[in-house]
């Protein structure tokens, strides 16, 4: 794999052979509404799961992505994970088709999450290693069109799948930038307010250099969109050296250290925004129809699946929880096939099983009550 010398340009990739590591089976026990259910996927790469609302599907999709060492994809306290009616522990237990075993547990009376790999003790952040997942929630229906903050969040953790310091850099400046507005407050010195805007500096540059680096190679394979990253911190590295463009954002800090209402009021990659352009329409993401963002939305996930695949060797859990809500017949069938085409196994959730009807290679869930109650392989699959 060869890169380019500037590191906001694009890598030049070459592909690695695909190698799709899956989940074969899954028990999930005291989470949620789930008092023990267990998903054998068969050896299909689509795991659709279906059911009426408030039946377990989306607490299944969450179990599956605690797998990641995250906090999952509703983000939810760990106490609120357990089954109301339990003793206030749970297990996520799942095996691979490599043969590897991954746990994330809760025990009774504890606050913290455990992981176990192949029944031995590990981290969190150790199961990364072995599952890399990304999800699509509901909430994500509407990222181009709420809060820049919602959009900084969603693409800087899909940035953080390569560089697991950008999450730690942001959770860094932060508290620098806490830090700061506290010492102009309470009037500290020059040379103390300088010690901490070289610190805000430095961390920014690598927050946004990271950002432009990460848009730049999703581009490669967003074939139908194009991501951009605009702010004061992102345009000085566009338009200067990295160094220079530390120096100059330095400058900027010293320069504002006044406060308006007892408050800190500074530009910097706080405040940047992230943009989706597609191409099929030529029309930015958030002036199209809900259809249509939903659309180039997934199609900006497979975009990172393939980023994944040839930047790391490894594959990714791709998680859709309601994938098809506003999707229409023909946006479907492109889906399942892109999907299926994917370097990806795929868990879907949805209301109506018929309109899923199409994806091949799947294995259909039915989820009631907190339960699994049917398990069928699609005629389609190839296991």
Known sequence: MQRTANPWMPVRFRPWPPNLKMINQITISNFRNHICSRIRTNGCKNVIITGSNGAGKTAVLEAVSLLSGERGLRGADIQNLSRFDGDG????????????????????????????????NASLSDLARFLRIIWLTPKEDRI???????????????????????????????????????????????????????????????????????????????????????GMVEKLIVENTVTNAEILYFEYLQNNRDLTGDKMVIDGVHKSDFGVFNKILNLPAYITSTGQQKSILIDLILAHTKLVHVRTKQNILILLDEAIAHLDESARTKLFKDLNDSDAQVWATGIDENAFKNIPNAVFVTCQNGSISNIVVSEKTNA
């Not at 690598?206 to 730049?216: D, V």
């Open 89 to 120: 522990g749970f297990s996520v237990f799942a095996s691979t088709n490599d043969d590897t075993d991954l746990c994330v547990y809760l025990n009774s009376g504890e606050t913290n999450r455990r992981a176990k790999i192949d029944n031995e």
């Open 144 to 230: 181009f069109v709420e809060s820049a903050s919602d959009r900084r969040s969603f693409f800087d953790r899909l940035a953080a799948s390569f560089e697991p310091a950008h999450i730690g850099r942001l959770t860094r400046l932060n508290k620098l930038m806490s830090e700061r507005g506290g010492a102009i407050k309470s009037g500290a010195d020059k040379n103390w307010l300088d010690v901490l805007d070289k610190q805000i500096a430095s961390t920014a540059i690598a927050i946004a250099a990271e950002r432009i680096r990460y848009a730049s190679e999703l581009n490669y394979f967003f074939e139908n969109g194009a991501v951009s990253v605009n």
